[in-house]
């Protein structure tokens, strides 16, 4: 049986059954209530209201959770990222120095400076970007740094010819 809904401004708005005092047909049976008690549409209305309430509070409730599951989930993302820029800067630092310790710091004397020594391992461009900016600023000399640019741009040059010499092959 579906309810029967009339609203309009400023008056009472039923929900349920029927006004009180009008006649409702029964589909079924063919016969015609000739009254509806006001308590009996009452009680519909307050259950109807009950549980659209219950409904919009829960899917409300739930939307809220999901908003803050986001947040921390983007606060917990964030806090890596950090985690891993601070243990990336420190092993970089680290490696730096172990070959400083070593007597290989100084660009002229080692023959192979420490960016080209990175670029041959394992980074990208990005990250050497990085590493470049983080060893200008904290612990390189000038001097040291131009050198290491210099040796590093010409690696890279060779590395561009080699691969461009590989691909003829591969084509040939």
């Known amino acids: 049986m579906k309810p029967n809904i009339s609203s309009n401004m400023g008056q009472t708005i039923y929900v349920g059954l029927a006004r009180p005092g009008k006649a409702q047909a029964d589909p079924c049976s063919g016969t015609s209530e000739t009254d509806t008690s006001a308590s009996d549409v009452h009680r519909a209305q307050i259950a109807t209201i009950g549980s659209w309430r219950t409904k919009w509070t829960a899917s409300a409730e739930r939307r809220r959770q999901r908003w803050l599951d986001r947040q921390k989930q983007n606060e917990i993302e964030k806090r890596h990222k950090i985690q891993y820029v601070i243990r990336r ?9 172990t070959r400083a310790d070593l007597g290989m710091d100084n660009m002229r004397e080692t023959g192979e400076p420490f960016m080209r020594y990175l670029a041959r391992t394992y980074m990208s461009d990005l990250r050497l970007r990085a590493v470049r900016h983080h060893l200008r600023h904290q612990v390189m000399t000038p001097a040291d740094y131009a050198e290491m640019m210099i040796w590093y741009r010409r690696a890279q040059k060779e ?3 080699s691969a461009t010499a590989q691909m003829k092959k591969q084509k040939k």
Not at 89 to 97: E, F, G, H, M, N
Request: positive net charge; charged residues 25%.
């Open 89 to 97: 800067k420190a092993y970089l630092t680290r490696l730096y120095q």
């Open 159 to 161: 590395c561009g010819k």
